[in-house]
């Protein structure tokens, strides 16, 4: 079955920079778009960015576009996040998520997600 | 890239049906047919519940129901059970290879 499990969250101070990462397991990782999506404390879903299959395409939500870099290894079937210049309202669970089909679908399968808090 | 709207709480009693609404622009609801809509339990990852405005995932009660109407999209839940409590988030293809999400609804079996 799909599993995805973040790793790299934690406390950093404002102005640092995170990698998070996300193993991805159960499926061909490398015929699949994924995402990264957060989720500010008590509120809804943000998307963030997400990135083709084969790692040549990358799109960003506009408030995150500049400071923030979606990559994968196929070969480590391992999706990643480098989040820079952070800021207090960066603070958020992220969750990475497989993209459905290719065609514009929302994400399929999450997984547990990572918990990043920025300090000030 | 505007967060889609949804109502912050719904709540009903168990076996009545209810309705989460999710209105967008015609920029991504209205445009794409591509509307989906997650549940969430406290501390838990989301899990698909409708896909493509009105398509269930294998495993997914027929209780659960999806449809749209212009830049308004809706989630029906039919015959409520205790468990269905959760938060539930819609989704939308907002083109230009990007998505949008609802800012969440609780609901609340009574």
């Known amino acids: 079955q799909v599993q995805l499990v973040e790793s790299g969250g934690g406390v950093v101070q404002a102005g640092r920079s995170l990698r998070l990462s996300c193993a991805a397991s159960?499926?061909?990782?490398?015929?699949?778009?994924m995402h990264w999506v957060r989720q500010a404390p008590g509120k809804g879903l943000e998307w963030a960015a997400v990135?083709?299959?084969?790692?040549?395409?990358?799109y960003y939500a506009d408030s995150m576009k500049g400071r923030f870099t979606i990559s994968r290894d196929n070969s480590k079937n391992t999706l990643y996040l480098q989040m820079n210049s952070l800021r207090a309202e960066d603070t958020a669970v992220y969750y990475c998520?497989?993209?459905?089909?290719?065609?514009?679908?929302?994400?399929?399968?999450w997984g547990q997600g990572t918990l990043v808090t920025v300090s000030s | 890239q505007s967060a889609l709207t949804q109502p912050a709480s719904v709540s009903g009693s168990p076996g009545q049906s209810i309705t989460i609404s999710c209105t967008g622009t015609?920029?991504?609801?209205?445009?794409?047919?591509?509307v989906s809509w997650y549940q969430q339990h406290p501390g838990k990852a989301p899990k698909l519940m409708i896909y493509?405005?009105?398509k269930r995932p294998s495993g997914i009660s027929s209780r659960f129901s999806g449809s749209k109407s212009g830049n308004t999209a809706s989630l029906t839940i039919s015959g409520l059970q205790a468990e269905d409590e959760a938060d539930y988030h819609c989704?939308?293809?907002?083109?230009?290879?990007?998505?949008?999400f609802g800012g969440g609804t609780k609901l609340t079996v009574l």
């Open positions: 015609s920029s991504d609801v209205g445009s794409y047919n591509l």
């Open positions: 493509g405005v009105n």
């Open positions: 998520a497989k993209d459905y089909s290719g065609s514009g679908s929302c994400p399929d399968y």
């Open positions: 989704c939308s293809f907002a083109g230009s290879s990007t998505w949008v």
């Open positions: 159960g499926f061909t990782f490398s015929t699949y778009g």
């Open positions: 990135i083709s299959d084969d790692g040549r395409n990358q």
